[in-house]
Each structure stands twice: as structure tokens, then as C-alpha cells.
């Protein structure tokens, strides 16, 4: 299974484009790169997804260069309410299920 | 409002008790899943379930025990739990990466948070 790494933390503020890069060097041919918020006390939601190139739906923008060991999530314009933590899984479906392993997160601190 | 319903949302058990955690999806899915998350660590996987057959189990200790008696519904009976088992107990679902669906898509419960006393 492919293993990511993220920052810890990150603080921005209101208004500002984030970025968040993951890292995942062994990332195989079939994985998808799948990004969830998640709030406290809550489950994790799904943002986001991609394989390759670049992807944007109404609240994120992932980008994922041609090698695929990284990517970066873009949240443009953030407000208080994105302030949670941020996962990137690597994996991929095999039939209906998932072995789809969360990493550390990032904690998106947005200040006013 | 994600589809998947857990119950009860908070829960305090004493180490010899026996309790169970429900969770039930309405989203016609066919894979669900139990993953725990301790404060300040990741999620971790612990079963799997697809069409009602258990399909992984992440080395999970035996006091807890998984039930999904239908696509619709899964169990977690807990017994003679320890202090460290005190977490957030998270619930999700999945279709699948059929056509139509994408691939790693899991839709996840608000958790029922359990201390052992």
C-alpha cells in the first residue's frame, strides 16, 4: 500500500488560496489519489479525486504533475469553516471494497 | 446528512461490560467498513465488509467482534474492552469502482464516541 506524507499543520487566513502537497513516492498504476475534510467529532467527507493531470470540482482543485508521487490540494479563497483536517489516501478499489489507509492529516488552521 | 446512521453516538461502558455499536447506511451500498480513530491518531482500519462477508481484518483484537447481518446494517460487539480502547468509532460505506462510480469513495457516519471506564 502506498504510503503518503503531509504536513502536520498549516495556518492561513480568510480569503487566501491553501495549498496542501502529499507525498507519495510508491504510488502504484492503478491507485487513485482521493482527498477527505473532516471535521471534529465528525467523519470524513470526500473533497476530491484524481489519477493523473489536473482536477476541479466546486470547492477544490487537485493537481497531480506527471509522475504521480505527489499531489496538492488547492482550496481557493478559504473562510473559517474550512478549518479541519485534511487526509490524502492513495489506493485503489479492488471489486467493492477498499483497503484505503489515512495517513496523519493536515490540520488547516484558517485565522479571521 | 451522509446516508450512514450510527448508534449511539456516545457510549460509556465499564471494562466487563457488553455493548454493541450499530451502524445502518441507506445509500443501497454493498461494502461497509469499521474504522477507529484514538485522539490524535490516524484512522485505522479495522474490518471490511463486502455483501455481508467479512473481506479484511486489520489484526483487530478479539474483543471486538463484527456482525452485517445484510448490506444495510453492521454490528460491533465489544466485550471486556480496555481504558485504551476509548475512541471514536467511525462507520462508512462504498459502492464500489463500478461504472458510474469512482474509485475510493467511502461515505462515512458521524462515529459514536465510546469510553471505557
Known amino acids: 500500500l502506498a504510503k503518503t506524507t503531509q504536513p502536520i499543520s498549516m495556518d492561513s487566513y480568510e480569503g487566501q488560496e491553501v495549498n496542501i502537497t502529499c507525498s507519495h513516492n510508491n504510488i502504484a498504476t492503478n491507485d487513485y489519489i482521493t482527498w477527505y475534510q473532516q471535521f471534529p467529532s465528525q467523519g470524513p467527507r470526500f473533497i476530491i479525486q484524481?489519477?493523473?493531470t489536473k482536477v476541479t470540482n466546486e470547492v477544490a482543485s487537485l493537481f497531480i504533475p506527471a509522475d504521480r508521487k505527489s499531489s496538492t490540494l488547492s482550496l481557493p479563497r478559504v473562510s473559517l469553516s474550512d478549518t479541519a483536517v485534511y487526509y490524502c489516501?492513495?489506493?485503489?478499489?479492488?471489486?467493492?471494497?477498499?483497503?484505503?489507509?489515512f495517513g496523519q492529516g493536515t490540520t488547516l488552521q484558517v485565522k479571521p | 446528512e451522509t446516508g450512514v446512521t450510527q448508534t449511539p453516538r456516545h457510549l460509556v461502558m465499564g471494562m466487563t461490560n457488553k455493548k454493541s455499536l450499530k451502524c445502518e447506511q441507506h445509500?443501497?451500498?454493498?461494502?461497509m467498513y469499521w474504522y477507529k480513530q484514538s485522539a490524535k491518531k490516524p484512522l485505522e482500519l479495522m474490518f471490511v465488509y463486502s455483501l455481508e462477508e467479512r473481506v479484511e481484518n486489520n489484526s483487530v483484537p478479539s474483543r471486538f467482534s463484527p456482525e452485517c447481518p445484510n448490506s444495510s446494517h453492521l454490528f460491533l460487539h465489544l466485550h471486556t474492552l480496555q481504558p485504551e480502547d476509548s475512541a471514536l468509532y467511525l462507520c462508512a460505506s462504498s459502492q464500489g469502482a463500478g461504472e458510474g462510480f469512482r474509485s475510493g469513495e467511502l461515505f462515512f457516519g458521524e462515529g459514536s464516541r465510546l469510553t471505557v471506564l
Open positions: 484524481g489519477y493523473k
Open positions: 489516501l492513495v489506493g485503489v478499489f479492488s471489486g467493492n471494497t477498499g483497503k484505503l489507509i
Open positions: 445509500l443501497g451500498h454493498n461494502a
